[in-house]
């Protein structure tokens, strides 16, 4: 069963969509896919946040008209809610898109949230009630939805007619995933390091004492997982399980408050994209090690492109004031690297060339959330309390 995600493209087309933006999620993982390898009437563009996702669809729909298509995660609702809000709505500009939003999160029939991890759980249960609040239009699709034309056609009749934004909300496994085209042959001189490799030589080259905040998806995944296997705590360790694009202003926060402390922000090339303008706050801060984990994959949704794949984030770390910075290739290099700059009394970055691909036996962290930030917290406050004594 499931929506045949090639033939929606095709539905979408037939019906005058000429124009798809978004951010990659795993619920829309065929959706995404077949957008990615491209359709003659449909022109595609990944974008860095959901906001900037939705302003780009006003932009087009302005110049062409139609109706555009936007693409997300619902827990990228409230990154859109301000172009949803100030500029596609009827009282003000009133521009009509169509959102196809994965549900993580999702409530049952009963209106329970089935399982999920804690914090799609709370973002699962305000998606209906978020978009009834913004007045969109909106109707759900399932794994036993065959067909959503019926429900695309009313959607877009009706964002046409009213000129206002409409959604269609897709429980998982709404869509069928196509199977995966075989790999190009390798590029001999494409990096070769895993991200968890990286990730080792980071924490094995910090100084003692030092604070470590995770960005979401693979990158806390494995964290985690290292602690688990070195018999380390988890106490100085931060994930920031949701909230993408956010660590490294967490790390931020967590330096201004104690900055004769390293702090290693341990990054993604998606979500550095997301917020790029973190770049600058960051590279103002005291002990801050800023280290991009660049792959150029959303792997973590089911490894579609970033924004801007090939983009050397190090020269834009230059730029944006880090007081050092550097690309690394190897755990080696990285590892010597680290070690250098964490004793820098200013921020630094480090961008990490790395690889697609994670152990397939990798879990999820079994710390609840609440947890990590009170464990977090209280060896703050301790290592706080010490030092004044």
Not at 107 to 123: I, K, N, S, W, Y
Not at 211 to 233: K, N, Q
Not at 364 to 378: G, V, Y
């Amino acid at each position: 069963m499931a929506i045949d995600p090639e033939h929606f493209v095709e539905q979408l087309a037939a019906a005058g969509v000429h124009y798809a933006c978004g951010v990659p999620d795993s619920l829309l993982r065929g959706l995404g896919a077949c957008l990615q390898r491209g359709h003659p009437g449909i022109r595609h563009r990944v974008a860095c946040n959901e906001g900037a996702a939705v302003a780009a669809a006003i932009g087009d729909q302005l110049a062409r008209g139609g109706v555009p298509l936007v693409y997300l995660q619902n827990s990228g609702l409230g990154a859109a809610l301000n172009p949803l809000a100030s500029l596609a709505a009827p009282e003000v500009c009133a521009v009509p898109l169509l959102l196809v939003i994965g549900w993580r999160g999702e409530l049952g029939a009963d209106g329970a949230a089935l399982g999920d991890e804690p914090q799609h759980r709370v973002e699962g249960a305000l998606t209906p009630a978020l978009l009834e609040l913004l007045s969109i239009r909106h109707e759900i699709v399932g794994p036993d939805t065959v067909d959503a034309a019926p429900m695309l056609q009313r959607l877009l009749a009706h964002a046409a007619r009213t000129r206002q934004p409409v959604a269609l909300l897709c429980r998982r496994g709404a869509f069928s995933v196509p199977p995966q085209p075989p790999h190009a042959p390798r590029d001999p001189c494409a990096p070769s390091m895993l991200r968890e490799q990286a990730i080792e030589a980071c924490v094995g080259a910090l100084p003692r004492g030092a604070l470590t905040v995770a960005t979401t998806g693979m990158a806390s995944r494995e964290l985690y997982a290292l602690r688990e296997a070195r018999g380390e705590s988890h106490a100085g360790d931060f994930l920031v399980v949701g909230a993408m694009g956010y660590a490294s202003h967490v790390a931020l926060g967590i330096a201004d408050a104690q900055p004769g402390r390293t702090v290693l922000c341990l990054d993604g090339d998606g979500a550095a994209l997301m917020h790029l303008g973190a770049f600058a706050a960051c590279a103002r801060a005291s002990r801050l090690l800023h280290v991009v984990l660049n792959n150029d994959s959303h792997e973590s949704v089911g490894d579609q492109p970033t924004a801007a794949p090939g983009l050397r984030l190090a020269a834009i770390a230059s730029a944006a004031g880090y007081a050092r910075v550097a690309t690394v290739r190897s755990a080696a290099a990285l590892a010597s690297t680290v070690a250098e700059f964490a004793g820098a009394p200013r921020a630094a970055f480090i961008e990490v060339l790395c690889c697609v691909g994670h152990r397939a036996e990798l879990g999820r962290p079994d710390m609840p959330p609440r947890l990590n930030r009170e464990q977090f917290s209280a060896a703050l406050h301790a290592d706080a309390a010490e030092a004044r004594r």
